[in-house]
């Protein structure tokens, strides 16, 4: 904002002073006629010429002190900006400690969940399916009692001997592992009973939600990292189904 200041009123010719916000000063000297001022004490030019040196003065001052200031400034910045690589590198160093532990984490994790038995060999198989365009309405029975979320939990299928149960559970899981929707299938075999062991549906049950449930697998690890008796010991099915799986969920 600029204001304007009479100094000197006096003739036809008047002196005035434009001040400035930030202190900057210049003379306008408006003369309206010939005639000059006349000042006691030295004549209105010594008594101008100071006014106007020290105006130039000040002026100067602040330039001169704004021109500090702003080197002060870039100074400033320079050393912020020198630090940068430093702030990067520390950064750089915790960021590659933290992908340490993760990865130390996830490794030992893994190790725990291996130790609990996988029954190999019960999973459903391709050649045991339903023949193509048989079963129909079973099959799209199942599919929409899968699908429906107001269904029961639920399904038992029954029948008598050589009615296709197996083959439309081996379809069905068939299926919805084409859809990566199946988390586990486990195939009861009555001839290989004593071979594949009935307590290993329950440990591959909880292996195969861990390998599809990430938070799921750390729930579990968390349960059987401390306990091994219950990773490769235990064959207690009610212990197995409440720690291996409702614990973790």
């Not at 702003?70 to 915790?94: H, M, N, V, Y």
């Not at 340490?100 to 060999?121: D, H, K, M, S, T």
């Not at 591959?204 to 729930?219: E, H, Q, V």
């Amino acid at each position: 904002m600029l204001r304007l200041y009479p100094i000197i009123c006096k003739g036809p010719a008047i002196l005035y002073v434009v001040l400035s916000s930030a202190s900057l000063v210049f003379v306008n000297l408006v003369f309206s006629g010939k005639r000059t001022f006349k000042n006691i004490g030295g004549g209105p030019e010594k008594k101008i010429k100071d006014l106007s040196d020290a105006f130039i003065k000040r002026r100067r001052d602040f330039l001169d002190q704004a021109t500090i200031s702003t080197e002060i400034t870039a100074f400033q910045i320079l050393d912020d900006l020198g630090k940068i690589p430093t702030l990067l590198s520390d950064a750089g160093r915790w960021s590659l400690m933290a992908s340490g532990l993760l990865i130390r984490f996830v490794i030992e994790l893994n190790a725990i969940i291996r130790e609990i038995p996988y029954g190999f060999g019960s999973r459903f198989s391709l050649d045991k399916g339903c023949l193509l365009g048989t079963r129909v309405a079973f099959l799209d029975f199942i599919v929409n009692w899968v699908n429906d979320p107001t269904s029961e939990r639920s399904l038992i299928l029954f029948g008598q001997a050589g009615t296709g149960k197996s083959s439309i559970a081996h379809e069905i899981a068939h299926l919805f592992d084409k859809m990566h929707r199946l988390t586990s299938s486990f195939v009861f075999i009555r001839r290989e009973q004593s071979k594949l062991e009935a307590y290993r549906f329950f440990t591959t049950l909880a292996r195969d939600l861990a390998d599809r449930y990430p938070s799921f697998k750390t729930a579990l690890g968390e349960v059987v990292k401390d306990n091994t008796a219950l990773r490769v010991g235990t064959r207690s099915y009610d212990t197995l189904f409440e720690s291996l799986i409702l614990e973790p969920l």
